[in-house]
């Protein structure tokens, strides 16, 4: 036997070895998945159950009025005839054209071989054809309700996304060269990253987006500095240390959204919007969210009220002798804030002198795809396993929002972690993302239905927080309204309609870009620009035809709005000072606290 002979033997060897491994960790992974079978009583189960309803709606539809099905199929069989003789013609080294090609956004199909290779350009062209007339199929039913046809939409682009070559080792060119280069050491290693992720997953695959050692809150990522001055169940308060000899009179108090940390508005020193508010010359406090386990199941989203806002309004006043102050409300936190300025109403409590709110709903009538996940049997089902739990488990709700950009979030690191056997880069924001929030059961329950399901936070005395019923058009507080042109988790024309319900002055801007970089968007970077427009008309698309478009970022727009009134500085307020007493420094000790830590 030859030394080439030999070597091809042993490589061979090598190969059939790492086949036999990975197929045992294939079955093994299969008994986890199994384990994981959901019950009658699990939401994600419920959820299906409204999906197989909405589908035979629209299959009903199609059975009534087959003809342009038929039109569809027959136009996808023209361009496969027709995909068969260019690609034909390409073999033969002939002059060919593309028949259909994939959008400039779509990174599936970056690789060269898509384009180069013959046989992989015909897999990515005979998909992208596939994905086009069940598109269409869907498109062509015109008589569905609005909510049978979101539903399907969204069925329809997971399976079509599913199914694409790229998602497949035998069908992405780049798994393969990493496979032939590895001997299948990619794939081994990918089944074992698989396997780690499912055993930390609940209710879907939570994938791994980042390198989790990379960062450490309070070492690279949460690092302004500051003092934890005050906490009680559900939050501790952060004064944060003043850089400027002279600061505002009146303090401003942040109020983050409690599905998530605080930290989102302080990742990094040149994005952090925290920081920058401390250098404009703020005295800045923010809520950082406890981290709830079963012990807080029976909090509320009043106690979120009056042990968050309220609570650390009245430490502001300790610490500074002030008592009025500007607040700033982001996603869910401004929904909150929305809420607490009604009750304060009620109540003959003007502390809040203005309120800014972040990409933030309070009309729910139209929460964007996320509604697809709202009805009532699925929150019966989810009501039922958090009576159980005590809580709402934060990888659930991550699991579903990344399915809203499945592409992106979900498939690409699929394809990275699972199939290329590669880790996650460091990135502070995917590590952000993956670090969630648990929700307390009475709390979630209260906000699904009251906010989503039914929507009545706009209506007078809709809802009734610590015995006060709310009536947001009572709130003559000078609104600044921040909304995100691409925001897909609240979408912009519906916050603008939220904006509109207020008795006072409101100013309503919009953010280019998306949910978090239209409002973490520093005006070092000059990046998106924002739109103004001084009239509220009620259609937020004919604000949109007569809005201007602003270069750099809506923070600075933000400082002359917050000021426009020429206000007194006084001497900066060090943390500890007045009548209370420093913790721990910042970022704090709940901040840290993962779901790991709270459920066990």
Request: a negative charge; glycine letters at 6%.
């Amino acid at each position: 036997m030859t030394e080439q002979s030999q070597s091809m033997q042993d490589a061979m060897s090598d190969m059939c070895g790492m086949a036999v491994k990975a197929s045992e960790q294939f079955t093994q992974l299969m008994q986890q998945v199994s384990s994981k079978s959901t019950s009658e009583d699990d939401p994600s189960a419920s959820v299906m159950t409204d999906f197989s309803e909405a589908f035979q709606e629209f299959f009903n539809k199609i059975s009534d009025n087959p003809s342009a099905l038929l039109e569809g199929q027959v136009s996808l069989m023209k361009d496969q005839v027709n995909l068969w003789q260019q690609t034909a013609l390409r073999f033969a080294g002939l002059d060919s054209e593309v028949v259909i090609a994939p959008e400039k956004s779509d990174r599936r199909f970056s690789d060269d071989e898509w384009s180069e290779n013959i046989v992989f350009d015909y897999i990515k062209q005979f998909y992208l054809l596939q994905s086009k007339a069940v598109k269409g199929a869907v498109g062509s039913v015109d008589d569905l309700s609005d909510n049978t046809k979101s539903k399907v939409d969204f069925l329809m682009r997971q399976y079509v996304n599913a199914l694409s070559p790229s998602n497949f080792a035998a069908t992405n060119p780049e798994v393969i060269r990493k496979t032939l280069e590895t001997g299948g050491e990619n794939l081994i290693t990918g089944m074992e990253q698989l396997s780690s992720d499912l055993k930390g997953s609940v209710g879907g695959l939570n994938v791994t987006m980042s390198d989790l050692s990379a960062f450490k809150v309070g070492r690279n990522v949460a690092t302004t500095p500051g003092q934890v001055i005050f906490e009680n169940d559900m939050m501790q308060l952060i004064q944060y240390t003043p850089t400027t000899d002279k600061v505002f009179k009146r303090p401003v108090l942040v109020v983050p959204p409690f599905i998530n940390k605080y930290y989102i508005l302080d990742l990094r020193e040149e994005n952090s919007y925290l920081k920058w508010l401390v250098d404009q010359g703020h005295t800045v406090f923010c809520i950082s969210w406890v981290n709830p386990g079963p012990k807080l199941k029976d909090k509320g989203f009043d106690d979120y009220m009056k042990e968050g806002p309220l609570a650390a309004l009245d430490v502001i006043t300790q610490a500074t002798g002030e008592s009025e102050v500007n607040a700033i409300g982001y996603c869910l936190g401004g929904t909150l804030l929305a809420a607490t300025l009604a009750y304060m109403k009620k109540k003959n409590d003007h502390r809040i002198k203005s309120a800014t709110y972040l990409a933030t709903l309070i009309d729910f009538k139209d929460p964007g795809e996320i509604g697809i996940f709202i009805n009532e049997t699925a929150i019966t089902a989810l009501e039922k396993q958090m009576d159980t739990l005590g809580y709402y488990d934060g990888r659930m709700m991550s699991f579903s929002f990344n399915l809203l950009r499945e592409n992106d979030l979900f498939w690409s690191f699929f394809v990275n972690n699972y199939l290329k056997g590669e880790r996650p880069a460091a990135f502070d924001l995917l590590y952000w993302n993956t670090d969630g929030t648990n929700l307390p059961a009475k709390m979630h329950s209260f906000y699904l239905r009251n906010m989503y399901l039914n929507n009545r936070l706009i209506e007078k005395d809709g809802i009734e927080l610590d015995g006060v019923k709310l009536d947001l058009r009572q709130v003559d507080t000078p609104t600044y309204f921040l909304s995100a042109a691409q925001d897909h988790i609240a979408k912009w024309s519906s916050t603008y309609s939220g904006a509109q319900l207020f008795k006072g002055d409101v100013k309503f801007v919009l953010a280019g870009s998306g949910h978090i970089a239209g409002v973490v968007n520093p005006p070092k970077a000059n990046k998106y620009g924002y739109w103004l427009n001084d009239d509220m008309p009620t259609d937020s698309d004919v604000w949109f035809k007569g809005a201007k478009k602003q270069e750099g970022s809506w923070w600075t727009d933000w400082q002359s709005w917050v000021n426009k009134t020429p206000s007194k500085k006084v001497k900066s307020r060090q943390p500890g000072e007045g009548s209370v007493q420093v913790i721990e420094a910042a970022p704090g000790s709940y901040v840290s606290q993962t779901i790991a830590d709270v459920i066990k």
